[in-house]
């Protein structure tokens, strides 16, 4: 144990190592005794910052005035892209009419900001990376076993066929060997990421470690949080061992009835990190929502709205011209679809690119700089409702040709993932037919349908398991069956459904409880929803063809 640093032991000067520490030195960081303070001094005294003990690391160190070299820079010019300057700067022509910052306000926030990252990166992150890398080696250790089990059972079989099937029996095992190769390769392959983010993190950590101990401002200043990246944990990797079937003993068909070994089946599960946040918004339902803004759009029949930004809409309805609005009601932008109909529903992607479903082409397309380009194509099916999910996967609601079938389907870019369409018992989980099935992703990564045919909210989980379902609210006002068309979610996880012909929107919580309806605003068959960032609520009007901004939260800080 260090002697100058231990809790059982004094301070001592780091110059001597004997006597016991009287100052500090905040510019170079030293403990030093009364008789040690001049000769570390004596070199150059202006930079040298002796404080008393009790006072050390106080002393914020500057950067040096590039114009006005004998000038500490203490402020930051908001004009200049937070440029370090001097008073002096303050009064050149350059800076003529600037807004300046004090540095040490600055510094004090990004120090805290520091202070948090280190904190959930070591507390929080590190650890989840920790059991994630633990989990894969644990796989990685049970491989042998499992697929020794499985030469196991081949053997066996084998044994009761005789010589004739010997050959049979080398050829399976030689399929089993390859696919454990491939198996070992995938999960050391995801262990290798996880190792090399581990990595990452660890130099990250390092150079937190180095910044808090530090009084430098510039390193401080400059400092980008590494959080989010960080954050967005890789999908915990479930990689399920072939299994083999046996059949009955039938030599004319000895290869195909000897048994079946499935395919490697690798499945990925979200890994989701949820941060803790101190000081978050808590949204309370108003009594009265209240209506903020109206655009008209000039559709005569509008059948939805999405969200681009806080500041503007993209509309659809029974055209083939997509449009976007500001909330001024200003048109932005049209776009016409490519097969001249009219899209079944649209979304906006994390890079804010329009995407839109076209069911005569059977594709899910992306506007990206005012060019259109197929993102999906299906075969046998026709693409309905979309929904862009938090980690950036697609929700695309599906109908068969012949209508009979309904499904979800999770794509990541072009690439499926995943498919819901049955609950545990093999039933259908979707009304089989063309009706409009709104689709959108709550905070809690649960997938809910509005499903009109059914009429009904259908819930499921992230892993496609049904949860509930929601057929409406008894009401002596709402004289219509409930029949569900847009749906979205807000930031407490309210569920909120358009019940077009009872002019009204329902609000559930994430278990499928109602809380209360939208049925003011004068609302007129509501159409398409969707919520901003600010929890914001847009409605589209099928007849009247407006979108309506409505509020209908309060905000109440949860301290």
């Known amino acids: 144990m260090d002697p100058h640093s231990s809790a059982q032991d004094v301070h001592r000067c780091d110059l001597c190592e004997t006597a016991i520490v009287y100052s500090y030195c905040d510019f170079c960081h030293i403990n030093l005794c009364k008789p040690c303070i001049l000769d570390h001094i004596l070199d150059e005294y202006d930079k040298h910052k002796i404080v008393p003990f009790k006072e050390r690391r106080s002393t914020l160190v500057y950067s040096k005035c590039r114009t006005h070299q004998q000038k500490n820079c203490d402020l930051l010019c908001k004009n200049c892209n937070n440029l370090f300057v001097c008073s002096s700067c ?67 079989q084998g044994e009761q066929w005789h010589r004739e099937i010997d050959i049979v029996i080398d050829k399976m095992k030689t399929e ?7 198996h070992r390769v995938i999960l050391q392959k995801h262990l290798d990421e996880i190792k090399q983010i581990q ?16 009084t430098a401002v510039a390193p401080t200043i400059e400092y980008n949080s590494k ?3 960080f954050s967005k944990l890789p999908p915990k990797l479930q990689v399920k061992l072939p299994t083999f079937i046996p059949k009955p003993i039938d030599r004319e068909k000895l290869y195909s009835l000897f048994g079946q070994i499935t ?52 509309t659809h309805g029974m055209t083939n011209k997509i449009k976007c609005f500001n909330i001024k009601g200003s048109l932005l932008q049209t776009i016409g679809t490519k097969s001249g109909q009219s899209p079944h529903d649209i979304a906006v992607n994390s890079d804010g690119d329009l995407l839109y479903s076209d069911w005569l082409t059977r594709t899910v397309n992306k506007v990206k700089s ?21 980690t950036g996967d ?67 989980n992230q892993d496609g398991k049904l949860r509930w379902r929601y057929t409406g609210h008894p009401s002596v006002t709402k004289k219509k069956p409930f029949e569900p068309w847009g749906i979205t979610t807000d930031s407490q996880g309210h569920i909120l459904t358009a019940d077009c012909y009872n002019h009204c929107i329902h609000i559930l919580d994430q278990n499928g409880q109602f809380l209360r309806y939208i049925d003011n605003c004068d609302l007129e068959y509501p159409t398409g929803l969707c919520v901003d960032n600010n929890d914001n609520l847009f409605v589209s009007e099928y007849n009247k063809g407006n979108v309506k901004k409505i509020k209908y939260l309060r905000l109440t800080p949860n301290w």
């Not at 990595?199 to 530090?214: G, M, P, R, W």
């Not at 903020?292 to 993209?314: F, P």
């Not at 060019?371 to 099916?381: A, H, M, P, S, V």
């Not at 093999?426 to 809910?448: A, F, M, Q, R």
């Open 370 to 390: 005012g060019q259109i380009e197929e993102l999906i194509r299906l075969q046998g099916w026709k693409p309905n409702q979309l929904c862009v999910t938090s």
């Open 90 to 156: 303050t009064a050149s022509e350059q800076h003529r009419g600037h807004i300046f910052v004090d540095v040490t306000e600055v510094y004090k926030t990004k120090k805290n900001n520091i202070e948090r990252d280190t904190e959930e990166i070591d507390n929080l992150i590190s650890p989840k990376y920790k059991k994630i890398e633990l989990d894969l080696e644990n796989q990685l250790a049970s491989l042998d076993g499992g697929y020794e089990k499985l030469t196991t059972e081949i053997s066996k």
């Open 227 to 229: 959080i989010r990246e």
């Open 176 to 182: 089993i060997n390859e696919i454990k190769v491939k």
């Open 263 to 314: 395919p490697l089946s690798t499945a990925t599960e979200e890994n989701v990190l949820s941060l803790n946040k101190p000081n978050t918004l808590v949204r309370e339902l108003l009594d009265e929502p209240e209506l903020v803004a109206t655009i008209q759009t000039g559709y005569e029949q509008l059948l939805g709205v999405t969200c681009l930004d806080e500041d503007s809409v993209w």
């Open 199 to 214: 990595s990452l993190i660890k130099q990250t950590l390092l150079a937190l470690y180095e910044i808090e101990k530090s």
């Open 394 to 460: 697609l929700l695309v609601t599906m109908y068969s040709d012949d209508y009979p079938q309904s499904k979800v389907v999770r794509y990541s870019g072009s690439t499926e993932k995943q498919t819901i369409q049955f609950d545990d018992k093999g039933k259908p989980l979707y009304s089989g037919n063309s009706y409009k099935k709104y689709v959108t992703e709550n905070g809690n990564h649960d997938i809910c349908v509005a499903d009109y045919g059914a009429g009904a909210v259908v819930v499921v």
